[in-house]
């Protein structure tokens, strides 16, 4: 039988209302949807559907035709094309091994330019676990701020801020609670290296961000005479992403990190990164997205919590510009975000989200899912077997896995366990 039609009635959600009559709350002036029977009723394309309309069957086919095929898709109209990766791209491993954390940990860092000059950079912490003997799993966080605020380490180089008032960089000298990576005495316990950067080190989260990130950088080449990307271009998220593989390109250097067991992970925005991220660089073995939402893991077809109507109003830097063109016909479009979970098998993927997060739309992950799970059985690996959803708490942890915590947008201390047993299973 054609995965489809399998996958399909399930998908069936019922519902009344075309038009959301009465809004549950509006968010920018757009109309919110909490009302389950007014999510909508529609079909996904079907990942395994080839362009001449015909059945995809076989793992070749797949790889070699149809999975290029949907990642152009995904670029094109969501989250934009990027380049490679740059020539002038250099390593300042500035930080080779020192005793951290009570010599729990050896800390190494990196500064990773993109340019001869050196003004576009990322700067990178990595802490290993102190016996390790090289060729070390690693779990690497995209994370909110500087490498010194995320953690309680001294040694660790001060980073930048972004000040959106003054529209400039400045040292990243004051923190709070926010941003902290407090899973790294966990990770190094069960054997794993934790890396971490400031996904702003790409490009500052501002509409206006753009002028000071990598994206301007990389206008002009081939890209003459215009003074924003093109309409397939990259987005932030996209170029957040790409920053992702950069630092993997830093791992197939360094023989104390085995760079075919990367994990990635990020929380919300940063959570549609990782995902986006996996689903291009095949060389990310294991995705934990946490609450990824809108523009993530959940559906754009759905009507319920944010749309993409929010997103492109409210972050239109996140995304290629084209993106907006399919606000108001999402079922029109060629692809859903099964499309993006479908490109990450058989590589592992883990969708983490919270049952009080109503704006992220948790149960449109989960349809999802379970939409991209016919590729990872075409690919000889398990995905979402069980409809409906498990008990809150209780994760699913096949290839393509699912969480739901009992609580709201964000990571909490109980997923922690959660994603390094998906690690210890996956890669
Ligand atoms: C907003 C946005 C979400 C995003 C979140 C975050 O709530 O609407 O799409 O995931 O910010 O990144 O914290």
């Not at 920018?28 to 995809?56: H, M, Q, R």
């Not at 990178?124 to 799993?137: F, Q, R, T």
């Not at 002028?211 to 309409?231: V, Y």
Request: aromatic letters at 10%; charged letters at 25%.
């Amino acid at each position: 039988m054609n995965a489809a039609l399998f996958v399909l009635p399930l998908l069936a959600i019922p519902a009344l209302a075309q038009i959301i009559d009465s809004p549950d709350e509006v968010v920018a002036g757009i109309p919110v949807n909490y009302t389950e029977a007014k999510a909508g009723w529609f079909e996904l394309p079907d990942p395994l559907t080839g362009s001449d309309g015909k059945p995809v069957t076989d793992p070749a086919t797949w790889n070699e035709v149809q999975r290029p095929r949907i990642l152009g898709i995904v670029e094109a109209n969501q989250y934009g094309r990027v380049p490679p990766r740059p020539e002038a791209m250099a390593f300042d491993a500035f930080d080779e091994g020192t005793p951290a954390f009570d010599g729990s940990a050896r800390r190494k860092q990196v500064t990773i330019t993109f340019d001869k000059a050196g003004e576009q950079f990322l700067d990178l912490v990595v802490y290993l676990p102190a016996e390790s003997e090289g060729d070390c799993p690693v779990l690497l966080n995209i994370g909110w701020v500087a490498n010194n605020l995320a953690v309680d380490d001294p040694g660790v180089k001060v980073g930048r801020s972004w000040n959106k008032e003054a529209q400039r960089r400045e040292p990243a000298t004051e923190g709070g609670p926010f941003g902290k990576l407090r899973m790294i005495p966990l990770a190094l316990e069960r054997g794993y290296a934790v890396a971490h950067f400031n996904y702003a080190d790409i490009e500052p989260d501002d509409v206006n961000g753009f002028a000071h990130g990598i994206r301007h950088h990389f206008l002009g080449e081939g890209q003459e005479g215009q003074s924003k990307p093109g309409a397939e271009d990259w987005g932030a998220i996209a170029a957040w992403g790409w920053g992702i593989s950069r630092v993997i390109d830093y791992f197939e250097t360094d023989a104390e990190i085995d760079a075919s067991r990367v994990a990635i992970t990020g929380v919300s925005r940063l959570g549609k990164t990782v995902i986006w991220a996996g689903a291009r660089d095949e060389r990310v073995a294991c995705v934990l997205a946490s609450v990824s939402g809108s523009g993530g893991a959940s559906l754009n077809r759905r009507r319920y919590g944010e749309r993409p109507a929010h997103l492109v109003e409210r972050f239109p830097h996140w995304f290629a510009a084209k993106f907006a063109s399919w606000v108001g016909r999402e079922e029109e479009a060629p692809w859903d975000s099964h499309f993006i979970l479908s490109l990450i098998a058989p590589r592992a993927v883990l969708l983490q989200t919270g049952s009080t997060d109503k704006w992220s739309d948790p149960y449109g992950e989960f349809v999802a899912a379970r939409a991209a799970t016919p590729v990872f059985h075409l690919l000889g690996r398990k995905g979402i077997e069980d409809f409906p959803q498990p008990p809150l708490g209780e994760p699913m942890m096949n290839r393509l896995g699912y969480l739901m915590h009992d609580g709201g947008h964000g990571m909490i201390p109980d997923d922690w366990p959660v994603f390094l047993d998906f690690m210890d299973k996956h890669l």
